[in-house]
């Protein structure tokens, strides 16, 4: 909470801005207790909401929690995640990579002007209800603004239906949440999700540690491994 509040006052935010998070991110903070940020997750956002809901809250102004504690979270994970640094060990996966790692593993993607979408895998969205897919790695979600390129996970403070159901027309996203989740494909939705991925506008995947089913699934819908920065391989589709 104090992390955010600096960061707010270094960027010359309203007095009456700071008062206003400073009794939301209050309320939220009491209600997380002794939890440290990387325990809340989901789960207990929606626990949040709850309790808010039971003192009679008013939409607005549970929305306004809501986007309190989230932009709180985010920037508190974005300064630990990038003063840990990248170490590439199970345990910390998902952290920032050191500035040499980041800038071998974005310099081919941003060199790329083609527009082409970056899918990140583990694949999400995450954020308020409805949540799909698998949560995603950290660093995915700091590097989607810095080379030009759409990503395939998003975390907003909410999922619109219109979303999720967009990708689960889509057999290629439909199959790929499946395997993540541990269930089989059969070759028929395989046949499937290859015919569908050759349509979209995917130029690259970037695999942040995913299990080895996964990484079989991708290489049969046709993409091969490019190369490695640290511990993050990079795909192309093979088909281009």
Do not use: C
Not at 124 to 152: E, I, Q
Not at 158 to 185: C, D, I, M
């Amino acid at each position: 909470m104090a992390d955010f509040l600096r960061h707010l006052r270094e960027r010359n935010a309203s007095p009456h801005t700071i008062k206003a998070y400073t009794g939301d991110l209050g309320n939220f903070a009491a209600y997380a207790g002794s939890r440290g940020w990387k325990s809340i997750d989901h789960i207990a956002i929606r626990g949040f909401l709850s309790q808010l809901y039971e003192k009679g809250l008013g939409k607005t102004s549970v929305a306004r929690s809501l986007a309190a504690a989230t932009a709180a979270l985010v920037v508190v994970a974005a300064l630990a995640i990038m003063e840990a640094g990248w170490t590439g060990a199970p345990a910390v996966r998902g952290l920032m990579p050191t500035a040499d790692a980041l800038r071998a593993l974005d310099r081919p993607i941003a060199a790329d002007h083609s527009g082409s979408i970056v899918l990140d895998v583990p694949f999400g969205l995450r954020g308020g209800l409805p949540l799909y897919g698998s949560a995603f790695a950290k660093p995915a979600f700091l590097l989607a603004t810095a080379d030009g390129h759409p990503r395939a996970v998003s975390y907003t403070s909410w999922v619109p239906r219109a979303n999720t159901r967009w990708f689960k027309r889509h057999p290629f996203y439909l199959e790929l949440v499946a395997v993540q989740n541990g269930s089989q494909v059969s070759a028929a939705e395989l046949a499937a999700a290859r015919r569908d991925v050759r349509g979209m506008n995917i130029g690259w995947m970037l695999d942040w540690g995913v299990s080895q089913p996964v990484v079989q699934y991708l290489t049969a819908t046709g993409f091969v491994f490019d190369y490695r920065a640290d511990q993050v391989s990079v795909y192309r589709p093979g088909w281009r």
